[in-house]
Structures are given as structure tokens and as C-alpha cells.
């Protein structure tokens, strides 16, 4: 069974600093992973996804790798901003037609 | 493209009352899911459809919860009765291919 594990699970960082979200997984036979954003409140955002034949993904400020060997992904976050204030959800996919496993998220405060 | 659509947006609902919660997927999207998201918690699926067919419920209380989804689109979740540690927002996705597309989910508070 699927277990997906994130550290911290709540962060605080002043504006501007450069941070970075780990997010561990037991099973390594994954199809890909995809990181999300969640603000209070609301839905899931899909902000990068990596296939299993993939190492990093960027979009802007934010960069996620993958060691699948290891069982790891970081999510990281450039030159960080209050804006990005919210929780960040780690989810792994098992197989084409699987459900998504999701860590516990970080939760992060970035004060101005 | 419109996103997944879910109502209501709340509710509230006491003790062993039944509840409905609706959800409609984007347009072509064959495969729906209901999660459970418990405050300070990630989602955890309850159930997974491919159209209208099951394939994942084995984290759905069957005593309780039941789903269903019309023609292949809509869906709809429903709890009867009502428990205190139902509450939760409950979380609706379609995919097509690789990504997601995750409802604004409905947050439910049992009293």
C-alpha cells in the first residue's frame, strides 16, 4: 500500500527566501506525481506534474524533482512571496487507471 | 474550459440526518473520483468511477455512503445517516489523461 509522507508539515519563512518541501513515498513504482496548491477554503490547483520517465518539472518560480529510486520529490519555491501563502499537497499516482495517494501537505506562511 | 463543478458550496446537518452532494465533471472526462478531506488532513478517495462504472470504492462506508453517476456525467454522493466524524470537505476530480482537474468541494459540518 501507498504511503506518501511530507516534511514540514507546517513552514513559516520570511518574504524573498528561497524554500524547499520534501515529499517522501514507500512504493517506488509510480506512474507519475503531481504537487498541488490548496488555499483555505477552497479546491486543489495542479501545479506541476512529473511522469515517472521525467526528473523535474518548472513553471515560473517553482521547480519539483523526482528520484524515484529513492522515493522522493522536492517541491521548490523561488524567491518566495506571501502570495504564495497556502498549502502544498504531494500526490502519487500508482498506475494509468489508479487514485491519487496524497501526503498530509505543508503548510506554509510567507510573512511580508 | 469550465472546470469541475460541485454544489453546494456548504452544509449543515445534524447528527443522522442524510445529506447530497452533486458534482459535474469536465466535458469528455471519463473517469470521476470523491475524496474525504478531514481538516489538517491530505484527500483520501472514497470512490473512483471510469463513466458510470465502479472501479474503486474499497474506502467507501458502504453502510452509510453511497454514489452514483448518471449517463457517464454528473454524479452524485450521498450520506445517510450523517456522522459527527463526517465532517469534511468532500472533494470531486475528473481526468482524462495524466492530470486532474479538482472541484472547489463541499465542506460539511455535522453537528
Known amino acids: 500500500k501507498q504511503e506518501v509522507t511530507q516534511i514540514p508539515a507546517a513552514l513559516s519563512v520570511p518574504e524573498g527566501e528561497n524554500l524547499v518541501l520534501n515529499c517522501s513515498f514507500t512504493?517506488?513504482?509510480?506512474?507519475?506525481l503531481q504537487w498541488f496548491r490548496q488555499d483555505p477554503g477552497k479546491g486543489l490547483t495542479s501545479l506541476l506534474l512529473?511522469?515517472?520517465?521525467?526528473r523535474e518539472q518548472t513553471s515560473g518560480r517553482l521547480n519539483a524533482s523526482l528520484d524515484k529510486s529513492s522515493g522522493r520529490s522536492t517541491l521548490y519555491i523561488a524567491a518566495s512571496q506571501p502570495g504564495d501563502s497556502a498549502t502544498y499537497l504531494c500526490?502519487?499516482?500508482?498506475?494509468?487507471?489508479?487514485?491519487?495517494?496524497f501526503g498530509g501537505g505543508t503548510r506554509l506562511m510567507v510573512k511580508p | 474550459e469550465a472546470g469541475v463543478a460541485q454544489s453546494p458550496r456548504y452544509k449543515i446537518i445534524e447528527k443522522r440526518q442524510s445529506v447530497a452532494f452533486w458534482c459535474n465533471p469536465i466535458?469528455?472526462?471519463?473517469?470521476l473520483y470523491w475524496y474525504q478531506q478531514i481538516l489538517g488532513q491530505g484527500p483520501k478517495l472514497l470512490i473512483q468511477?471510469?463513466?458510470?462504472?465502479?472501479?474503486?470504492d474499497s474506502q467507501l462506508p458502504k453502510d452509510r455512503f453511497s454514489a452514483e453517476r448518471l449517463k457517464g456525467v454528473d454524479s452524485t454522493l450521498k450520506i445517510q445517516p450523517a456522522k459527527l466524524e463526517d465532517s469534511a470537505v468532500y472533494l470531486c476530480?475528473?481526468?482524462?489523461?495524466?492530470?486532474?482537474?479538482f472541484g472547489s468541494g463541499t465542506r460539511l459540518t455535522v453537528v
Open positions: 512504493d517506488s513504482a509510480i506512474y507519475n
Open positions: 466535458s469528455g472526462h471519463a473517469t
Open positions: 512529473i511522469q515517472s520517465s521525467q
Open positions: 468511477f471510469q463513466n458510470n462504472g465502479v472501479v474503486d
Open positions: 500526490a502519487v499516482r500508482n498506475n494509468a487507471g489508479n487514485m491519487l495517494t
Open positions: 476530480a475528473s481526468s482524462l489523461n495524466y492530470g486532474y482537474t
